[in-house]
């Protein structure tokens, strides 16, 4: 798969590659179950919801590339993380899971845009 900025889409299929490497990560290195991806409801999209042994773990994936990566988690501001504490309340309402353990993690993964290589995938545990 060849993909650099100018391809029509690129956000969204590095994004959606981000995702999915994510989510794999999640499960085989952190053991992770995987309950629901792109969770979506009338506020908006969760990327991945997971469990921690006990603890429903909201994730928000940020995936980007080399040489313009920046502080990817800065990008998680107030008005998203409030965003997202909205979402999961929804979430949990929906499946009755109001009073269960719960966490808000971040992953980002930095990709080398020339072989589509992860250079690094960071998880931020209970980052907000």
């Not at 798969?1 to 990560?25: C, D, F, Q, S, V």
């Not at 995936?63 to 501001?77: K, N, R, T, Y």
């Amino acid at each position: 798969m060849t993909l650099n900025r100018n391809t029509p889409g690129y956000k969204k299929k590095l994004g959606a590659l981000g995702e999915k490497i994510a989510r794999e990560h999640l499960q085989k290195v952190k053991s992770f179950k995987i309950v629901a991806k792109n969770y979506t409801c009338p506020l908006g999209e969760i990327d991945i919801v997971a469990l921690d042994k006990k603890t429903t773990v909201f994730v928000e994936v940020r995936s980007v590339s080399l040489p313009f990566a920046g502080l990817a988690e800065e990008s998680i501001g107030f008005r998203k993380q409030k965003k997202l504490r909205q979402l999961a309340s929804y979430y949990l309402k929906e499946k009755g899971l109001n009073g269960y353990l719960t966490r808000f993690d971040v992953v980002i993964l930095l990709f080398d845009l020339d072989n589509l290589a992860v250079k690094e995938i960071k998880h931020i545990k209970n980052a907000f």
